[in-house]
């Protein structure tokens, strides 16, 4: 176990943790708020031109953030101490994380575009 990735991969679990508890703060107040893991380009709920759809929109794909994110960094954390994913295995799981990463960045892209311009 070398204590750089396990660091990097405790920090990984508890970012999804986080996300996971935003989600679930937005889920309860029923609308948006806050945060500066939803909005694009330092957006606010102010700038945005239609709140319910952004809220409809961003809510599962907030969620799959976080359960994916916590997901990962949990496996991680475990291969770390347990070393039960083979090499190529762990490898292809990292790369599946930084893919979904890219792909919600593009989620956010897209919703600047959509509900912010």
């Not at 029923?30 to 957006?43: A, F, Q, R, V």
Request: neutral net charge; charged residues 15%; glycine residues 8%.
């Amino acid at each position: 176990m070398d204590s750089m990735f396990f660091f990097v991969d405790v920090l990984v679990l508890a970012f999804g943790a986080y996300v996971l508890y935003g989600w679930w703060k937005l889920r309860k107040a029923g609308g948006l708020i806050d945060s500066k893991l939803i909005y694009p380009n330092g957006c606010s709920a102010d700038n945005c031109r239609d709140p319910e759809g952004f809220y409809v929109y961003i809510l599962p794909r907030f969620l799959l953030l976080g359960i994916f994110t916590f997901l990962d960094g949990l496996v991680t954390v475990l291969n770390d101490q347990l070393s039960f994913l083979p090499g190529l295995a762990s490898i292809l799981l990292s790369a599946l994380f930084l893919a979904f990463i890219v792909y919600y960045g593009v989620i956010i892209s897209k919703s600047y575009h959509r509900f912010f311009q």
